[in-house]
């Protein structure tokens, strides 16, 4: 089994930076792709951003491009999500998660094997 575990989301104020951890444990995929979800209250799950499972390609959603900055540390087995010029609309919980299989990497939530608990960020205006 894979563990994930997300920490770094709290409350900042509009144009704030947080940065999002996840952590992975277990019987995991050093190299696996890995990505980033949001959901806000009311909303469905949204993708965020993904990176490669050799780090060399990321992918972002049109609403976060150019703000946030997804990276990985395979040694760490560790994936983090920069975020910068946070808006209030980029309030959600942030889900963390990982496919198994190398092949691709996904930007629907349906197409990853293991999610973390998540960790909430809240941008006040």
């Known amino acids: 089994q894979v563990q994930l575990v997300e920490s770094g989301g709290g409350l900042v104020q509009a144009g704030g930076s947080l940065r999002l951890s996840c952590a992975a444990s277990?019987?995991?995929?050093?190299?696996?792709?890995m990505g980033w979800f949001r959901q806000a209250p009311g909303k469905e799950r949204e993708f965020v951003a993904a990176?490669?499972?050799?780090?060399?390609?990321?992918y972002y959603a049109d609403s976060v491009k150019g703000r946030f900055t997804i990276s990985r540390d395979n040694a760490k087995k560790s994936v983090y999500l920069q975020m910068n010029s946070l808006k209030p609309e980029d309030t959600a919980v942030y889900y963390c998660?990982?496919?198994?299989?190398?092949?691709?990497?996904?930007?629907?939530?349906?197409?990853?094997?293991?999610w973390g608990q998540g960790t909430q960020v809240t941008v006040s205006s």
């Open positions: 998660a990982l496919r198994a299989r190398l092949d691709y990497t996904p930007r629907t939530g349906d197409e990853y094997d293991y």
């Open positions: 277990g019987r995991t995929f050093s190299s696996a792709p």
């Open positions: 990176i490669s499972w050799s780090g060399g390609s990321t």
